[in-house]
């Protein structure tokens, strides 16, 4: 089946850093992505969709200053967290659809620690 | 704004039981919702899908019931083994948008 895999797995970075994450589809083309965080003991909110060769789009309440989404290929779109804080350390998880919008293919996530 | 709820937070059972783990949502209007797992380190995989015509999904020892009028649904899995052990999603979809509930982390001891 599909696969979509995330870079890194983990990640801690110190206050005031920038750090990028990387989301591939391993066998197959996304002209679209979407960009997920999960914090701890609370559900998975969407952040953002990233669009190959286009802006992506932010959900209400997401700084898209702070959080750059690049979709530079139909396989890759990554998401950096500029100017990192503590606040900012969660469980990032990326995912691509598949034949219909409603199948998606995750990622095995990102952890990060802003310390 | 759609809000799905998952009860209960956490849940160990001993092998063999078999269990339910429930999901509420606020808005009917949904197109679908999936039940997912989520394993540590791992992505998450999609469980069962209900349209939101249907009534219930089946698929070996799981089985989810979807009540749209209602706003809930429920995943049963029949004797439960520990390599179900994992953190179960419940998920609706509607509007190209994945509205998730925070899950329920279950254990099954050996």
């Known amino acids: 089946g599909a696969v979509v895999s995330q870079h890194p797995s983990w990640v801690i970075c110190k206050s005031g850093t920038s750090v990028k994450i990387e989301c591939r589809s391993l066998?197959?083309?996304?002209?679209?992505m979407f960009w997920y965080r999960q914090f701890p003991k609370q559900s998975l909110m969407l952040m953002a969709t990233?669009?190959?060769?286009?802006?992506?789009?932010?959900e209400q309440g997401v700084e898209k200053d702070k959080f750059l989404i690049n979709h530079a290929s139909l396989t890759l779109s990554t998401l950096t967290v500029t100017s990192a804080h503590p606040e900012d350390s969660s469980f990032y998880i990326c995912?691509?659809?598949?034949?219909?919008?409603?199948?998606?293919?995750f990622g095995p996530g990102t952890r990060l620690l802003v310390l | 704004k759609q809000e799905v709820t998952q009860i209960p937070a956490a849940l160990s059972v001993p092998e063999g039981e078999n269990l339910v783990l429930n999901c509420s949502f606020t808005?009917?209007?949904?197109?679908?919702l999936q039940w997912f797992r989520q394993d540590p380190g791992k992505g998450l995989t999609s469980l069962l899908l209900?349209?939101?015509?249907?009534r219930e999904q089946t698929s070996g020892r799981l089985n989810a019931s979807l009540d749209k009028s209602s706003g809930r649904s429920t995943l049963y899995i029949a004797a439960s083994q520990p390599g179900d052990s994992a953190t179960y999603l419940c998920a609706v979809y509607n509007f190209n948008k994945f509205y998730f509930g925070s899950g329920t982390k279950l254990n099954v001891k050996p």
């Open positions: 066998d197959f083309q996304a002209t679209t």
């Open positions: 209900i349209q939101s015509s249907q």
């Open positions: 990233s669009n190959e060769g286009s802006k992506a789009t932010y």
């Open positions: 808005d009917s209007a949904i197109y679908n």
């Open positions: 995912s691509a659809p598949g034949q219909t919008r409603e199948t998606q293919y």
